[in-house]
């Protein structure tokens, strides 16, 4: 090998470390923006089908615990969490909780794909044309709200989160208490 050829050869070695390690950080995932419903603030109707057709509606939930979930197809924060979602809304379906995921402006056939490559149990509610993201004041993906059981919004999520560990489980378990 001449020395050129090594030279070359430790370049590249060396690109695709910091490659690799900007990949890394990319993948890091940020806190959280975790605040309190605003005070005062009205409650949106929230009135969607699921994907089969079944209605949801906050005031039929009334009493339960319920975790509102507003995610995009094309966000990868929104993809990231959605296994995670789906386990902990199994872990705490016998508590009474009720997690919904609506879908910010997808098409059937964008929604239908996410769904074959991250299949969920949970009820995928879409929002055609975003009305019922911007009436609960949704600008960021994921937004995450967290519902007592009279039916008021108590906790706003913006961002991603690990519903299996400790995070989501601060967030979750309280709601399930009151």
Known sequence: MTRASIVSRRRLLQQAAGAAAW????????????????????????????????AWSL???R??????NFWASWCEPCRNEMPALDLMALRYESAGLVALTV?????????QRFLDAVP????????R?????KAWGVTLFPTTLLIDRRGLPRTVVRGEVDWT????RALVEPLLAG
Do not use: C, H, Q, Y
Request: glycine content about 14%; aromatic content about 2%.
């Open 23 to 54: 990949l890394a950080a990319g993948k890091a995932r940020a806190s959280p923006d975790v605040r309190a419903w605003p005070a005062g603030r009205t409650v949106p109707v929230l009135l969607l089908n699921d994907l089969g057709g079944k």
């Open 59 to 61: 005031a039929a939930l």
């Open 63 to 68: 009493g339960r615990p319920v975790l509102l």
């Open 103 to 111: 879908n910010f402006k997808d098409g059937l056939t964008a929604i």
């Open 120 to 127: 969920l149990t949970l009820p995928v509610l879409p929002d």
């Open 129 to 133: 044309d975003g009305a019922v993201a």
């Open 165 to 168: 560990g400790a995070e989501g």
